[in-house]
C-alpha cells in the first residue's frame, strides 16, 4: 500500500480508471480521487457516454425489468442482440409466462438489426427479424417515427428495407398495450453511436403519443452503473469527471482514458477491475498500480500490484440493477482473505496520510 500512495502522492494528475467495483468500492475510489485532484473514467465509458450525453440533451422515457416482466407484450431488441451482455434477460423478464397483474402473459420479439446471438436460449415467444446495418440503424428509427406520426416517409424505404415492411413494423409497435424498445449502448459501436441512441429515444416519444411505449438502455458491465450511480450522489456527475480544481468538473472527451495517457496528460494510472482478470489497464508507460482481481496478468507489469476480492464471491456488497432502480445485495460464497476495494483504498488513504 505505501508504494501506491507513494505514486499517488508524487502525482500531479492521476487517472482512476477501469472502476469495476461495487458500491463500497466506488465511494471509496471517489473519495481518494476527490483527495488527490484525480480523474475518474470508467472501462466502459465509451460505451456509456452515447447513454448519457442523449440524457443530458433531451431526456429519455425508460421503463424497468419489473415492468418489463409484468406488462410488456412486445419487445424490440434494436442493434445487435443482448444475451451476450445479459445472458439471462430473456429468461428472467421475457419467456416467464406469469404475470403479477393478468395471470397468463405472452410477449413477442421483434429483432431490429440483426437477429438472436449465437448461442441464445431459445425464446418461447413469437420472433421476427427486420434486418438491417448498424450504421443504418438511425435512420430506420427516423423512418419509423416519421410513419408512427402520420407523416411522409421516402417511398424506397431505408437500410435496404421497403417501406412496406417499415409500415407493418411501425403498425405493430403502434398496437402494442405496453412496448418496450430495449438496446446496448456498447452494442451501437459506430460513429456517432449517440446520435443512434437519440434517434431510438425519440421514437419511444413518438409512440408514447399513442400508445404505452418506453425505452430500456441496458447497461451493467463491471459494475459501470454501479459506479455511475454512486458518483451522481456524490457529484451530480457520472464517470470522466475531474477534481483536479479542487471541485467536479465534467468532460466527456478531455477526461477519456485513452485520450489521457497517448498525451501523456495522467502522471500516475490506478486501475481497479475487481470482476474479471482479463479487463487489464491499458499499456502505458505511465507508473501504474493496479487493484485487480487475483489471478489478472497485466503486460507492462505494473510498479504495484494488488489482488483484490471480487463482490459476491469472495466478500458481500451491493450492485445497481442494470435499470439502475434499485441496489441488489451480493453475498460472499467463499471465504477469503483478499480484501475488498474499499479496504485496499482506505489503506493507501491511510500511508497517504504519512507522505
Known amino acids: 500500500m505505501s508504494g501506491a500512495a507513494r505514486l499517488l502522492h508524487a502525482a500531479r494528475q492521476p487517472l482512476f480508471a477501469g472502476l469495476g467495483t461495487d458500491v463500497g468500492g466506488s465511494r471509496a475510489i471517489v473519495r481518494l480521487a476527490e483527495r488527490c485532484g484525480g480523474v475518474l473514467d470508467h472501462m466502459n465509458s465509451a460505451a456509456g457516454v452515447r447513454d448519457t450525453m442523449v440524457l443530458q440533451d433531451s431526456g429519455w422515457i425508460a421503463t424497468t425489468l419489473s415492468e418489463v416482466r409484468n406488462r410488456a407484450d412486445l419487445l424490440v431488441v434494436a442493434g445487435r442482440d443482448v444475451v451476450g451482455r445479459f445472458p439471462r434477460f430473456y429468461e428472467r423478464c421475457i419467456t416467464n409466462t406469469e404475470s403479477m397483474f393478468s395471470g397468463e402473459r405472452r410477449c413477442e420479439i421483434v429483432f431490429l438489426g440483426e437477429g438472436p446471438a449465437e448461442g ?43 417501406l412496406d415492411v417499415l409500415k407493418s413494423l411501425a403498425e405493430r409497435m403502434q398496437a402494442a398495450r405496453y412496448g418496450v424498445l430495449a438496446w446496448s449502448a456498447a452494442e451501437l459501436n459506430v460513429p456517432h453511436g449517440e446520435l443512434t441512441v437519440q434517434a431510438l429515444c425519440e421514437l419511444v416519444t413518438e409512440l408514447g403519443r399513442r400508445t404505452r411505449f418506453s425505452g430500456l438502455p441496458l447497461a451493467g458491465g463491471d459494475g459501470d452503473a454501479t459506479f455511475e450511480s454512486v458518483h451522481l450522489w456524490h457529484s451530480g456527475f457520472g464517470a470522466r469527471t475531474g477534481y483536479g480544481r479542487g471541485y467536479a468538473v465534467y468532460d466527456p472527451y478531455h477526461f477519456s482514458t485513452a485520450r489521457m495517457l497517448d498525451s501523456g496528460e495522467a502522471d500516475a494510472l490506478v486501475w481497479i477491475s475487481s470482476f474479471s482478470e482479463t479487463r487489464t489497464p491499458p499499456a502505458t508507460a505511465v507508473p501504474t498500480v493496479v487493484l485487480g482481481r487475483a489471478g489478472m496478468s497485466c503486460a507492462p507489469e505494473p510498479a504495484v500490484f494488488i489482488p483484490v476480492g471480487t463482490p459476491g464471491l469472495d466478500h458481500p456488497g451491493h450492485l445497481f440493477r442494470t435499470d439502475r432502480v434499485v441496489a441488489l445485495p451480493l453475498a460472499g460464497l467463499r471465504t477469503s482473505r483478499l480484501p475488498t476495494v474499499a479496504q485496499a483504498i482506505e489503506a493507501i488513504e491511510g500511508a497517504l496520510a504519512c507522505c
Open 120 to 162: 441464445a436460449p431459445p425464446l418461447a415467444a413469437a420472433v421476427t427479424v427486420v434486418p438491417c446495418a448498424m450504421e443504418q440503424l438511425r435512420g430506420v428509427c427516423a423512418v419509423l417515427r416519421a410513419l408512427v406520426a402520420g407523416r411522409r416517409a421516402p417511398t424506397m424505404g431505408v437500410g435496404g428495407l421497403p
